[in-house]
């Protein structure tokens, strides 16, 4: 199995370097050619603005939209979410984005104080979705992240942020058919269960 992680801008190393931790071969892509020997893709963060006009630019914006329409299994995280978000709030009205994720989310929707941070998630739906013993909460970094606001029927709820006293907080990981997407860095931290859910799609 072949995965690739789009390798135009941003901290794609730290995904390859997940995947190699999995002892899965993950590629680096950034011509449309290599779309097509991939089983899976992470869009990583970076910079949701840049990514899409360096996504037009290497034309491989049309041939990645027609690949998540077939049913790539994908791995947005970060910028990579909101560029397969339905609906972006406070983006630049010249990005463009994918539109396949029944979400609206808010770039850098955690506001100055917050524009990083680190939690633990409460993450029993994601534990519940992956074969294997639960992980408990999952530690999560927010880089400038953005925030998901609103939840589409389709749209399945993997983890949350908590709230001071123990309650629901802000989604923050979601799956919605062939589209995982996580408002944080999950390659920055050691627990690999998010990588180990997109690599069972993958191979679905
Ligand atoms: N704020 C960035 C954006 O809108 C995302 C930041 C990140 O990926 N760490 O693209």
Redesign the pocket.
């Known amino acids: 199995m072949t995965v690739g992680v789009l390798a135009l801008q ?1 901290d794609f190393a730290k995904h390859l370097d997940a995947f190699a931790e999995l002892g899965v071969e993950a590629v680096a892509v950034r011509r449309p050619v290599e779309l097509d020997a991939l089983c899976g893709l992470v869009l990583p ?5 840049t ?1 899409s006009l360096l996504l037009d630019s290497s034309g491989l914006t049309e041939p990645l939209a027609e690949h998540l329409r077939a049913g790539l299994a994908v791995f947005g995280t ?2 990579g979410l ?1 560029l397969l978000a339905e609906e972006i709030l406070d983006g630049r009205p010249d990005q463009r984005a994918f539109g396949v994720l029944g979400v609206t989310v808010r ?2 929707g955690y506001g100055r104080q917050l524009a990083s941070f680190e939690t633990e998630l409460d993450a029993a739906a994601l534990d519940a979705s992956l074969s294997g013993d639960p992980g408990g909460p999952l530690p999560a970094v927010f ?4 925030r998901i606001e609103t939840v589409g029927p389709g749209v399945e709820v993997l983890a949350r942020l908590v709230g001071p006293g123990g309650e629901d907080g802000d989604v923050v990981a979601v799956r919605e058919k062939n589209i995982l997407a996580a408002a944080f ?1 999950p390659e920055l931290t050691a627990d690999r269960r998010m990588h180990r859910l997109f690599l069972e799609m993958a191979g679905e």
Do not use: D, F, M
Request: with cysteine.
């Open positions: 941003g963060g970076g910079e949701s603005t990514l970060c910028a909101v770039r850098n880089i400038r992240a953005p860095h």
